[in-house]
């Protein structure tokens, strides 16, 4: 009791340092997040898209050096999902949601109705391959608490072992949950973290692992499981935007999701945007001085995280955005140029001449972008 109590009075006292707190005591930069949550916030990914590493959240295999699950269609549910397409039954499998409403559920597999919104959470079939969600956030956080439900929907494997760690960059792991048998079709339950191994700080090389084990069962395990992590501190980017391309007079839109963020503001090439602070930030009728490197600056009380940078392209080659590259987009190209429409302004130099029509023949004539 000596131990936890020091502990957790230090972790407090550098909570002080780093959460600025309001009347009563309050913090200002106070928030929760979760599996749940962070699947919401991305929605169902495209079949065949790689999770970003750098999300606050994502799901892995234990039996390959944590590698991340990548995304597939399941053949019975008409939704995608974060599985291991070279297993069988696409296992190990993360998503999609559970849910006891109807209309928010996706996912028809179960024996019992969901009595809370998770996600399938789905271990190989073999005792070496679990699942994992890790958490790991972009900035020094605090963690308070942290919480996991979790039930078995089918009963053709007789349990689901649930357990969770916090995994320091440096030094000895901490077992947050100890390891729990979760029988078929039983009550859902919720498990608390162990008292004394929490609050913590918690830094970006630090992980919080939720992991589901088969036990060895060769059957089915349908878990529906959701963990919630309290913290305060800099918001957690939940899922960075990605690189995209468009056409000339083709419309782009970037968006990030992150949990415990009061302000947005995003930026190209290092530069602010002015009016750019929202989740999204869209243009339409590109042109290709448009192109470039693109963030977003994510900002609470506590602090600020920046988005990882993606590129964005115009292609000049595709004009009639068509999506080929032919003898149109000639045409197309030589329409706006003879009119001095500075979508033709193919060479980004803020002008309308014989370089832009040269340098739209190279693009053009690459074949490519």
């Not at 397409?85 to 696409?90: E, I, R």
């Not at 190989?124 to 308070?144: C, E, M, N, Y």
């Not at 079709?185 to 929490?198: K, M, R, S, Y």
């Not at 415990?260 to 290709?288: C, H, M, P």
Request: aromatic share 8%; proline share 5%; net charge negative.
């Amino acid at each position: 009791m000596r131990t936890s109590y020091h502990t957790q009075s230090a972790a407090v006292f550098a909570c002080a340092a780093l959460c600025q707190l309001g009347h009563a005591g309050v913090s200002l930069c106070g928030y929760q997040t979760s599996m749940l949550r962070a699947w919401d916030a991305r929605s169902a990914p495209l079949e065949g898209e790689h999770q970003n590493p750098k999300n606050g959240w994502t799901f892995h295999r234990s039996d390959i050096e944590d590698s991340l699950l990548k995304s597939l269609t399941l053949s019975n549910v008409s939704t995608t999902s974060w599985g291991s397409q070279d297993q069988p039954f696409f296992i190990p499998l993360v998503g999609p949601r559970y849910s006891p409403n109807t209309v928010r559920n996706q996912c028809t597999a179960f024996r019992r109705t969901p009595s809370f919104e998770g996600l399938f959470f789905h271990p190989g079939f073999t005792q070496a391959i679990d699942v994992l969600a890790v958490f790991q956030p972009q900035r020094t956080i605090f963690v308070s608490s942290l919480q996991v439900q979790v039930e078995l929907l089918g009963n053709v494997s007789p349990n689901i072992l649930i357990s969770a760690l916090f995994v320091p960059a440096v030094g000895t792991p901490v077992t947050l949950v100890t390891e729990r048998s979760i029988l078929a079709l039983a009550t859902a339950q919720t498990l608390n973290h162990i008292t004394g191994t929490l609050p913590r700080m918690m830094g970006p090389n630090d992980r919080i692992i939720i992991m589901a084990d088969s036990g060895d069962s060769p059957f089915e395990d349908w878990g529906n499981v959701n963990a919630t992590i309290t913290v305060e501190g800099p918001p957690t980017i939940l899922v960075q935007p990605g690189a995209t391309a468009a056409c000339v007079r083709g419309g782009v839109t970037l968006q990030v999701a992150a949990a415990g963020a009061q302000e947005y503001q995003w930026r190209k090439n290092g530069e602010e945007i002015e009016g750019a602070q929202s989740v999204t930030y869209a243009f339409v009728d590109a042109l290709v001085t448009d192109g470039g490197t693109y963030d977003c600056l994510v900002t609470n009380e506590c602090g600020t995280v920046l988005t990882v940078p993606i590129l964005v392209s115009v292609c000049p080659a595709d004009f009639n955005c068509d999506g080929g590259i032919d003898g149109e987009d000639v045409s197309s190209f030589f329409d706006a140029w003879e009119n001095g429409d500075f979508a033709s302004d193919v060479n980004g130099d803020g002008g309308v001449d014989g370089s832009d029509v040269n340098e739209f023949f190279v693009r053009w004539e690459g074949g490519s972008c």
